[in-house]
C-alpha cells in the first residue's frame, strides 16, 4: 500500500472496472466508461446440497461453500472459496445451467429442475428431498411493487434470506472491539466527571478537532474545528439543513438521476422538491442541472451512488462555476475512503468552501450503528445548524464520540481502514468474477471504489421483478429503479463488503437462478 493508500492493480483484473486511472488528474481519463463488461462462463465451482432456510428446504443450485444466515458459517468450518471445477452445462436461453451431481434429479436425461425459490409456501418438515417445482412467478405487488415508500428499506431489511446484498453495508465482523474497548477505557479512565454532563450541541470538542485533522489528512478538507458539527450521520444532517434552507428561499434540492432513493425520501420528508438531473459518464449533467432552475444539488461525486461514476475535472470546474453564479452543492462523501484502483480524488468542500456543504460519517469507516456523522457548512448557516441540533437532541452522546476521537488520534482508525480496504477489494474481485459466471452479458459499473457495484443486464426482465425472484430464492439487494426518477436500462446495486468470497460467489449464483427462472 502506497502512501495515499492505493493498491496496485490486482493480475487479471485491469483495475477490477477496466480503468487506468491518471494519478495526475485524480479523475478518470476522458472518454472511459468506468464500467466492467462481464466474462462469459468458465469452470462454475459444483453445486452444494439442499439446505434449510427459516425450516423450508432450500436447493440453492448455484456455488458456495455456504448456505445460512450471513455472518455464520457450515458445518464444515469456516467460510473458504470452494474450487472451481468443470460440468457439463446446457443452454438454458443461451445461459449455462449445471446440476448439483449431490443430488438426484428425476426428469428427462440431461434436464434439470430449476432452484426451489426459499420463499414458496412452506412444507411441513420431512427427512425426505423436496420436490423439484418449478418456482412460481414472484409477487412484485408487496416489497418491490409500485413506488417504494419511507418503509421500503426497513422491510427490506426485516426479509429473511441467505445473503445479503443490500449496499452500504461494511464489513461489520471487523469491527474494532478491542481498539475500541482500549480507547473507552481510556476515555472513562481520563475524564472528570463534568464531562459526563450535557456536552456541546455543536459536538465534543475534542471530535471536532480530531475530524478537522481526519478530513486534511483523508480528504485534503482544511478547516476549523469551529466549524465542524457532529451530527447523527449524513441521514441527521440532511434533517438540520431543511429548515435552514427554506428560511433561505431554497424549496428545492436537485438530485442526481440515478441517485439515492433514501437521500431523496429524506428531502422530500422535509418539504422540499427533488428534480431529477442526469448522470452520465463524467458526472452529473450540469446544463441539466441549470436547466431545473433549482437553487441546490445534492451530490455524490468522489464515488456517484449507484453508479459509481466519479466527477471528472472538467465536470467539477461547470459544477463550481454554477455554484459561484448562487447555487449551494450538498457534498454527501458517504464512502470515498474506500477507493482500490484510483488514488484519491478531492472534494469539491476543498475548492469552494463558501458553496459547499460538506456531510460525512463513520458508517462506512466503522459501523452504522455508531450513528455518528459531521457536517461542515458554509459561515452563514452554522449558527441557524447548531440552533437545530439544539432543539432536535442536545446533541450526540458524548462518551461515543470521545472514544472515535481516541481512534482518530491514535491512529487506529487508518489502521482499521487499511484493513478493510484489502477485505472489501478481495470481495470486490471475487463478485466480478462470479457476476462474469452467473450472468453472461452483464455489465459492471463503478467498481474502482465503494462498498457496492451496479450491474445492468440485458435481459428483457424488470429490475423489480428481478429482485423480487432474487429475494425468493434467498438474495437481498436493491433494483437499479428504485433509485430513479426517469426510465433507465434495468439494473441491480449489490452490496459486497459484508459478505465472505464463498458467500458472494452462493449468492450470485441464486441471482444468475433467479434470472433464468424469469428468462
Given at each position: 500500500?502506497?502512501?495515499?493508500?492505493?493498491?496496485?492493480?490486482?493480475?487479471?483484473?485491469?483495475?477490477?472496472?477496466?480503468?487506468?486511472?491518471?494519478?495526475?488528474?485524480?479523475?478518470?481519463?476522458?472518454?472511459?466508461?468506468?464500467?466492467?463488461?462481464?466474462?462469459a462462463i468458465h469452470d462454475t465451482?459444483?453445486?452444494?446440497?439442499?439446505?434449510?432456510?427459516?425450516?423450508?428446504?432450500?436447493?440453492?443450485?448455484?456455488?458456495?461453500?455456504?448456505?445460512?444466515?450471513?455472518?455464520?458459517?457450515?458445518?464444515?468450518?469456516?467460510?473458504?472459496?470452494?474450487?472451481?471445477?468443470?460440468?457439463?452445462?446446457?443452454?438454458?436461453?443461451?445461459?449455462?445451467?449445471?446440476?448439483?451431481?449431490?443430488?438426484?434429479?428425476?426428469?428427462?436425461?440431461?434436464?434439470?429442475?430449476?432452484?426451489?425459490?426459499?420463499?414458496?409456501?412452506?412444507?411441513?418438515?420431512?427427512?425426505?428431498?423436496?420436490?423439484?417445482?418449478?418456482?412460481?412467478?414472484?409477487?412484485?405487488?408487496?416489497?418491490?411493487?409500485?413506488?417504494?415508500?419511507?418503509?421500503?428499506?426497513?422491510?427490506?431489511?426485516?426479509?429473511?434470506?441467505?445473503?445479503?446484498?443490500?449496499?452500504?453495508?461494511?464489513?461489520?465482523?471487523?469491527?474494532?472491539?478491542?481498539?475500541?474497548?482500549?480507547?473507552?477505557?481510556?476515555?472513562?479512565?481520563?475524564?472528570?466527571?463534568?464531562?459526563?454532563?450535557?456536552?456541546?450541541?455543536?459536538?465534543?470538542?475534542?471530535?471536532?478537532?480530531?475530524?478537522?485533522?481526519?478530513?486534511?489528512?483523508?480528504?485534503?478538507?482544511?478547516?476549523?474545528?469551529?466549524?465542524?458539527?457532529?451530527?447523527?450521520?449524513?441521514?441527521?444532517?440532511?434533517?438540520?439543513?431543511?429548515?435552514?434552507?427554506?428560511?433561505?428561499?431554497?424549496?428545492?434540492?436537485?438530485?442526481?438521476?440515478?441517485?439515492?432513493?433514501?437521500?431523496?425520501?429524506?428531502?422530500?420528508?422535509?418539504?422540499?422538491?427533488?428534480?431529477?438531473?442526469?448522470?452520465?459518464?463524467?458526472?452529473?449533467?450540469?446544463?441539466?442541472?441549470?436547466?431545473?432552475?433549482?437553487?441546490?444539488?445534492?451530490?455524490?461525486?468522489?464515488?456517484?451512488?449507484?453508479?459509481?461514476?466519479?466527477?471528472?475535472?472538467?465536470?467539477?470546474?461547470?459544477?463550481?462555476?454554477?455554484?459561484?453564479?448562487?447555487?449551494?452543492?450538498?457534498?454527501?462523501?458517504?464512502?470515498?475512503?474506500?477507493?482500490?484502483?484510483?488514488?484519491?480524488?478531492?472534494?469539491?468542500?476543498?475548492?469552494?468552501?463558501?458553496?459547499?456543504?460538506?456531510?460525512?460519517?463513520?458508517?462506512?469507516?466503522?459501523?452504522?450503528?455508531?450513528?455518528?456523522?459531521?457536517?461542515?457548512?458554509?459561515?452563514?448557516?452554522?449558527?441557524?445548524?447548531v440552533e437545530a441540533k439544539r432543539?432536535?437532541?442536545?446533541?450526540?452522546?458524548?462518551?461515543?464520540?470521545?472514544?472515535?476521537?481516541?481512534?482518530?488520534?491514535?491512529?487506529?482508525?487508518?489502521?482499521?481502514?487499511?484493513?478493510?480496504?484489502?477485505?472489501?477489494?478481495?470481495?470486490?474481485?471475487?463478485?466480478?468474477?462470479?457476476?462474469?459466471?452467473?450472468?453472461?452479458?452483464?455489465?459492471?459499473?463503478?467498481?474502482?471504489?465503494?462498498?457496492?457495484?451496479?450491474?445492468?443486464?440485458?435481459?428483457?426482465?424488470?429490475?423489480?421483478?428481478?429482485?423480487?425472484?432474487?429475494?425468493?430464492?434467498?438474495?437481498?439487494?436493491?433494483?437499479?429503479?428504485?433509485?430513479?426518477?426517469?426510465?433507465?436500462?434495468?439494473?441491480?446495486?449489490?452490496?459486497?463488503?459484508?459478505?465472505?468470497?464463498?458467500?458472494?460467489?452462493?449468492?450470485?449464483?441464486?441471482?444468475?437462478?433467479?434470472?433464468?427462472?424469469?428468462?
Amino acid at each position: 500500500m502506497d502512501a495515499a493508500g492505493g493498491h496496485p492493480d490486482p493480475p487479471g483484473t485491469n483495475g477490477a472496472d477496466g480503468l487506468r486511472y491518471d494519478g495526475t488528474r485524480g479523475d478518470r481519463p476522458g472518454g472511459a466508461a468506468d464500467r466492467c463488461p462481464a466474462r462469459a462462463i468458465h469452470d462454475t465451482p459444483a453445486h452444494q446440497s439442499a439446505a434449510l432456510v427459516n425450516g423450508v428446504p432450500a436447493r440453492p443450485g448455484p456455488p458456495g461453500p455456504f448456505h445460512g444466515a450471513p455472518g455464520q458459517q457450515g458445518p464444515g468450518g469456516p467460510n473458504r472459496e470452494a474450487p472451481a471445477s468443470r460440468s457439463p452445462a446446457r443452454s438454458v436461453n443461451g445461459a449455462s445451467e449445471h446440476r448439483n451431481p449431490a443430488e438426484p434429479f428425476h426428469g428427462a436425461p440431461g434436464q434439470q429442475g430449476p432452484a426451489r425459490p426459499i420463499h414458496s409456501a412452506p412444507a411441513p418438515r420431512s427427512h425426505a428431498r423436496p420436490s423439484r417445482t418449478t418456482p412460481a412467478a414472484p409477487n412484485t405487488a408487496g416489497l418491490f411493487g409500485g413506488v417504494p415508500g419511507g418503509g421500503v428499506f426497513d422491510a427490506l431489511r426485516a426479509a429473511p434470506a441467505v445473503v445479503d446484498f443490500t449496499p452500504g453495508r461494511p464489513d461489520l465482523t471487523v469491527f474494532p472491539r478491542a481498539a475500541w474497548l482500549r480507547a473507552e477505557r481510556a476515555v472513562l479512565a481520563e475524564s472528570a466527571a463534568d464531562q459526563l454532563g450535557y456536552g456541546d450541541p455543536r459536538g465534543a470538542p475534542r471530535l471536532r478537532r480530531a475530524v478537522a485533522d481526519w478530513l486534511a489528512r483523508m480528504r485534503g478538507v482544511r478547516v476549523d474545528p469551529e466549524s465542524v458539527l457532529i451530527v447523527a450521520g449524513t441521514a441527521q444532517a440532511l434533517t438540520l439543513l431543511h429548515p435552514v434552507l427554506r428560511a433561505d428561499g431554497v424549496d428545492a434540492v436537485a438530485v442526481e438521476d440515478p441517485g439515492s432513493l433514501g437521500a431523496r425520501q429524506h428531502l422530500a420528508h422535509g418539504g422540499l422538491a427533488t428534480p431529477p438531473v442526469p448522470v452520465d459518464g463524467d458526472g452529473v449533467r450540469v446544463d441539466a442541472l441549470r436547466a431545473t432552475g433549482a437553487r441546490a444539488v445534492l451530490l455524490t461525486p468522489a464515488h456517484q451512488f449507484p453508479t459509481g461514476v466519479v466527477t471528472t475535472g472538467e465536470r467539477r470546474r461547470e459544477l463550481l462555476e454554477w455554484a459561484r453564479a448562487g447555487g449551494l452543492i450538498l457534498e454527501d462523501d458517504y464512502d470515498a475512503e474506500h477507493r482500490y484502483d484510483r488514488p484519491p480524488v478531492p472534494a469539491l468542500r476543498a475548492l469552494l468552501a463558501d458553496r459547499v456543504c460538506y456531510m460525512g460519517s463513520a458508517s462506512k469507516l466503522l459501523a452504522p450503528a455508531l450513528r455518528i456523522g459531521w457536517l461542515v457548512a458554509p459561515a452563514r448557516y452554522r449558527s441557524a445548524l447548531v440552533e437545530a441540533k439544539r432543539f432536535n437532541d442536545l446533541g450526540n452522546a458524548v462518551l461515543p464520540q470521545l472514544v472515535l476521537a481516541r481512534l482518530m488520534e491514535s491512529g487506529e482508525l487508518e489502521r482499521h481502514l487499511r484493513l478493510v480496504r484489502g477485505r472489501h477489494r478481495r470481495r470486490r474481485d471475487a463478485m466480478i468474477a462470479a457476476l462474469a459466471g452467473q450472468l453472461p452479458g452483464a455489465v459492471v459499473h463503478g467498481a474502482a471504489a465503494g462498498l457496492h457495484l451496479t450491474v445492468t443486464y440485458p435481459d428483457d426482465v424488470p429490475d423489480t421483478e428481478f429482485a423480487a425472484a432474487a429475494l425468493a430464492y434467498g438474495v437481498k439487494c436493491h433494483p437499479l429503479s428504485w433509485h430513479r426518477q426517469s426510465s433507465g436500462p434495468p439494473g441491480l446495486v449489490l452490496g459486497y463488503a459484508a459478505g465472505s468470497p464463498g458467500v458472494i460467489a452462493d449468492g450470485v449464483a441464486r441471482l444468475g437462478s433467479a434470472l433464468r427462472s424469469l428468462s
